[in-house]
């Protein structure tokens, strides 16, 4: 069934630079420009652009938003000032992930959320069918776009003071009004620039002239899974549990949030199988999907432009989740052996 | 680099995008231009073994980007003789030279008639038109 494909504002100008594009969650989106591993390799060693416009945004307002998002979210909110962003989880009743979202407190009574663009929808229903009095839930997406600028010179080609990971400001690229956000999706230093979609073309002209290199979602998948962040659909999804996934820091079970009791139970009684990293030791390269012998599966898996080899993510049993152990993953039919690393799979040599 | 798009005269092309350089009873293949294109930069083969028998019009090997895998198709039938171990250390240099440093396998043609159903250069730019 064909289906309109959303686009951002800077469709136009992905297709004038040559960018191959593809649909994503309901969008035509840039794959690639130049090629997944130049794009890959511009990011771990100087700055990438990434168009993200098309991830959701939802602003929760009102004297009892904190109230509301506490009891829905798993990471404890009342933790970060305004100015600070938080990475959290959205639960459901079977402690199951609706979502993986950055949450920002914009001011005492104001919360931004930036969830994926898949799962717009279904997390703005789950907040809205719960709002409280009080509490105010909307859907402000179609009003931003979404500049992520990531690499280890990001900062300083964009001309912008040093701040700590995970604040946020308000500020001005290239007489573009913008929040910045000291946040990110591949192990970079870096921010995602939120403007008002109007501005989006401008700011992106701005950010190319000043040396950032056009990067698509091939390389922002190749990124993130050498630093092992989950993608959401992937690797976590309402059937699996943050526990179980590793991100357990991200869940403070002491209060309570929809699914809190049965993730403290997985806790306790210990996760039955685990989500591991894991690296080819054989030419292969895993993918979605893959039996790993013993009862595994493959949830990501792809060429490391750094490393040169095949890695991936995928849940195992417990018993063969530590570092060292050797595993078997199915590639089409054939036997490929590799090994469980330690997360992160790639990290920089500093 | 990847090389600019080109498909030399003197190969025969089969539908699915791979070409052959018949010599003798022997025949160098290979994908062509367009399908390294589509796929993007190489970083995998996944090779035939030396000797095995592989058949017109079916897969005999894997060529991965990073986002995609990709059955190779066999154009002509035939054993196997030589894998080329450079593409095997180095699938990028399909990308780079997909018609000289670039090839595939080489193979004895277990029935050189086949070559008559392969396209001629006029033949597989009408099938590129297509697409």
């Not at chain 1, 290239?174 to 501005?199: K, P, Q, S």
Request: net charge negative; charged share 25%; proline share 7%.
């Amino acid at each position: 069934m064909a289906q309109t494909l959303q686009r951002t504002p800077l469709y136009d100008r992905h297709v004038a630079l040559g960018a191959r594009m593809v649909p994503f969650a309901g969008w035509e989106m840039p794959v690639q420009y130049a090629g997944v591993i130049p794009e890959h390799r511009a990011v771990r060693t100087d700055a990438g652009v990434f168009d993200v416009s098309h991830m959701g945004e939802l602003e929760v307002e009102g004297p009892r938003a904190l109230e509301l998002l506490q009891s829905l979210l798993s990471n404890d909110l009342s933790r970060i000032e305004p100015g600070q962003a938080q990475y959290t989880l959205l639960t459901n009743e079977r402690g199951g992930i609706i979502d993986d979202l950055i949450a920002y407190r914009l001011d005492g009574f104001r919360y931004l959320l930036v969830v994926n663009a898949s799962n717009r929808e279904a997390a703005f229903r789950w907040l809205k069918e719960r709002e409280i009095s009080g509490s105010d839930v909307r859907d402000v997406s179609d009003v931003y776009a979404l500049l992520a600028v990531q690499g280890p010179r990001a900062i300083e080609r964009l001309g912008l003071p040093r701040a700590p990971h995970n604040t946020f400001a308000m500020a001005e690229v290239d007489g573009v009004e913008v929040m910045i956000n000291r946040t990110g999706y591949t192990g970079e230093d870096g921010c995602e620039l939120m403007c008002m979609a109007d501005d989006a073309g401008r700011l992106w002209d701005g950010v190319l002239a000043r040396g950032v290199v056009p990067c698509g979602l091939g390389a922002r998948d190749t990124l993130r899974l050498e630093v092992c962040f989950p993608l959401h659909g992937n690797d976590i999804s309402p059937d699996t549990d943050p526990i179980s996934a590793g991100l357990g820091w991200a869940c403070k079970l002491e209060k309570e949030f929809t699914g809190a009791a049965e993730l403290r139970r997985i806790k306790e009684d210990g996760p039955k199988r685990k989500l591991v990293a894991f690296v080819m030791e054989e030419p292969a390269i895993p993918r979605q999907g893959m039996p790993i012998e013993g009862g595994g599966e493959v949830t990501s898996g792809t060429h490391s432009p750094m490393l040169e080899v095949g890695i991936g993510m995928g849940y195992v049993p417990a018993p063969m989740a530590s570092p060292d152990t050797e595993l078997t993953i199915d590639v089409r039919g054939k036997p490929r052996r590799a090994r469980v690393v330690k997360k992160p799979i790639y990290k920089r040599e500093d | 680099m990847a090389a600019a798009e080109s498909y030399p005269e003197d190969l025969r092309y089969h539908p699915e995008h791979d070409w052959a350089r018949v010599d003798g009873d022997e025949a160098v293949l290979g994908i062509t231009w367009f399908a390294a294109d589509a796929l993007g930069e190489l970083v995998h083969f996944e090779p035939p073994t030396v000797g095995a028998t592989i058949a017109k019009d079916q897969p005999y090997g894997e060529v991965e980007s990073v986002k995609a895998v990709s059955d190779v198709i066999a154009p002509l039938s035939g054993e196997v003789l030589e894998v080329n171990a450079t593409v095997v250390d180095a699938p990028e240099t399909v990308n780079d030279d997909p018609y000289g440093n670039g090839w595939l396998v080489r193979i004895r043609l277990s029935d050189p008639s086949e070559l008559e159903a392969l396209l001629d250069l006029a033949a597989y730019q009408q099938v590129l038109a297509d697409q």
